[in-house]
């Protein structure tokens, strides 16, 4: 509903924007973007395990026993069982060619997990104890702000704001002015950069290396359509 009363929307405002047109009423578009930073305060792990095993049910026996000790290493570092969830399970058939036929040679069995915490400092330490505890794949590490809704917020009024700056720069450059606003238009969000990243510093030869987590700043960007009257007799 939401989808089709903003199309409606937009087809009026076009079709204003046209009769305009027609009336001699010259019309200026101009697109603004504004951008805020935030800290990342918050942050999910995907991790888990795959077995290869000829027989099914053993590939999926094993997956799960290692599965039950990551949970249990993570419930005894502190991590609260609501902020562990099941985020994917697979298996499949594996297949060998000789001869070009396809010969059954075993099974896939895999489960993911995801946690999510708060305490950007112990990432590190989660992943490191999942590792331990018999994790083999280690899918995403992803950050997120708690307070980005509002930093959405600023960000669109930063982009009117940017909008409204180009208009009347055009407006200077042309000898022209600016009159009433015809439109405003928020254009769709297709997802912010997180600014984090992940090292993983795992070596068999060293005891003591962990994995080194570095979560920066969470961007949050917003861009506008601004149609503006123009006054060619400013």
Do not use: H, W
Request: charged share 20%; glycine share 6%.
């Amino acid at each position: 509903m939401k989808k089709l009363l903003a199309a409606l929307v937009a087809a009026m405002m076009l079709m204003s924007c046209a009769a305009l047109a027609e009336t001699g009423v010259n019309v200026m578009t101009v697109t603004g973007s504004g951008v805020v930073n935030v800290l990342a305060d918050q942050a999910t792990v995907v991790l888990g395990v795959e077995e290869k095993k000829e027989d099914v049910l053993e590939a999926q026996d094993a997956v799960n026993e290692k599965i039950n000790a990551i949970y249990d290493a993570l419930i005894e570092y502190g991590v609260e069982p609501k902020n562990i969830g099941t985020d994917r399970i697979y298996i499949s058939a594996a297949y060998t060619y000789p001869l070009d036929i396809a010969v059954l040679s075993g099974y896939t069995a895999s489960n993911s997990i995801e946690i999510r915490t708060t305490d950007i400092d112990s990432v590190g330490e989660i992943i490191d104890i999942a590792f331990a505890a018999g994790a083999n794949e280690l899918n995403a590490v992803n950050f997120s702000a708690s307070n980005a809704g509002e930093a959405q917020q600023q960000a669109l009024a930063l982009a009117v704001e940017n909008a409204m700056t180009k208009a009347q720069t055009l407006a200077d450059a042309a000898g022209v002015g600016i009159g009433e606003v015809l439109s405003l238009e928020e254009q769709p969000s297709y997802g912010a950069a997180t600014g984090a990243a992940y090292l993983n510093l795992r070596e068999e030869s060293a005891a003591d290396a962990g994995t080194l987590v570095q979560a920066s700043t969470i961007e949050v960007s917003a861009t506008v359509v601004l149609q503006l009257a123009m006054d060619t007799d400013a």
